[in-house]
């Protein structure tokens, strides 16, 4: 009997795909102008164009729904202490090796490397950010070992190489290298000092002072990175150590991984509860220093907190914003209608402000010999962390309203925007929470001539708005006089909007940058995106933004 036909399907948005993320994003390209005019833009464009596709879009849900899976033991009963990977999962860490968004940046070779690198990890963010874990921590731990200069010369080749190989083998028998980072533990959390991991010393070697490691790490990371520098008490107080996964003689080092994290999202990357029963690591660095030696770490790692909820952001607006312009309801397109206009056109704000704060943050390590970009980088790392990071789970939730009851449906893993809900309080949280980076910028304020730096980034946009000149002349006393923990959330708040509104002056159109400073700065703006005032030119801010 033929089945009873019950209806059609129609009135239902075809799937973002087969599109260019880099050429579609205009927000993106004039930021890259402003900061880094020479810069050489086509691998960016190949990037974009190879992220579109249906086949990476297939990989990115392949890796989230067949997420990582751990063999503590074989079937003889030894342990092995391995991780397994969806095929896709790989394939993914390939395409990421290979545009050099891990070490590479560090081997030179190319103008304004970090930028190159910063906008490449935002384009691959919104296909898939959980597998750029281990990408993110093997840029940040790279210079890092230059305090180790042996381990330095052997690793640094493998650490920048475009070539992915995730094979448990010793580092002189692969092709590329990736690293992670230990350092949290249980009783301690982001109060490092307070870690009992202890290292004993054990030797010298080639690689320098060799230690015995006994204790645990309670987040560790892409336990499947080839090596990891990992922090434990000496006699001279907490030191970074380097710590490899397999030993240089072949044999597998004591790093026994007690089960994988059940996160909320970031599903594809395995995060792991692990201890050290007396495995092998070497000094990196001072003894005693590992605490300044992880900051300087955490601020690569937090450059890429920025980058990715900047990435996140601007996928969630291209579905929404491709979602509205086909879906019917009430005679036009939601995108016609004038409460959706106004939602979309705020998320559109919040992501090209984003997209702008990340990459000019990017910009200051492309430039760390010049005094005021060093003076940035102190500034803007911590506030472009808080403040970007801290919007990302409103804008989630906003955008995906606009796709009603679809953009909660998972289906799959075909669910996108499901999946950029689960993802978004990731990065706020790690490498330091909300509290953390207000601290932060509490300490970046005592350590330089922060107010004269602020001063220098905003007064090229003096006299664009009346409300940006009053906010920037206010600032820099206030920036001076900020001495209570109480109020550093809204001083960096008040930073972030700053120095977002002045960059959208620099590079966005006078409709973007006019209404930024308008609803975020002026006030006039309600508590929720989707308030902003009648007089915004919507179509300006819509038009922009159309990933296609």
Known sequence: MPELATHDVFNQPEPLVGYDLFVGN?????ALRFNAPDLDTAPLAALGRQLGTAEMQAHARLANVHGPQLRSHDRFGRRVDQVEFHPSYHALMAAAVAAGLHGTPWAGGSASPHVLRAAGFMLFTELEPSILCPISMTYAVTPALRSNAAVFADWAPGLTSRAYDPGLK?????AGLTMGMGMTEKQGGSDVRANTTRAEPAGDDAWGRRMQVTGHKWFFSAPMCDAFLVLAQTGSGLSCLFLPRVLPDGSLNAIRIQRLKDKLG??????SEVEFHGATAWLVGEEGRGVPQILEMGTMTRLDCALGTSGLMRQALALALDHTRQRQAFGKPLAAQPLMRNVLADLALESEAATALALRLA????????????AMARLLTPVAKFWIC???SHFAQEAMECLGGNGYVEEGGEGVMA????????NSIWEG?????ALDLLRALRKADAAAALAQELAPARGAHPALDRLAAALPMRVEEMASETEARRLAQDVALAVQASLLVQTAPPAVAGAFCASRIAG???????????????DAILSRAMPR
């Open 390 to 392: 801290k919007r990302g």
């Open 170 to 174: 010793p580092w002189h028998r692969k």
């Open 524 to 538: 006039h703006w309600g508590q929720a995106l989707g308030t902003l005032g009648g007089g915004t030119d919507f």
């Open 26 to 30: 205009a927000g993106l390209r004039d």
């Open 266 to 271: 970031n599903k594809a990357n395995a995060s």
């Open 363 to 374: 910009r200051a390590f492309d430039r760390r010999g010049d005094a005021h970009e060093a």
């Open 419 to 426: 999946r950029i809900y689960r993802e978004m309080p990731l």
């Open 433 to 437: 929470a909300g509290n953390i980076m």
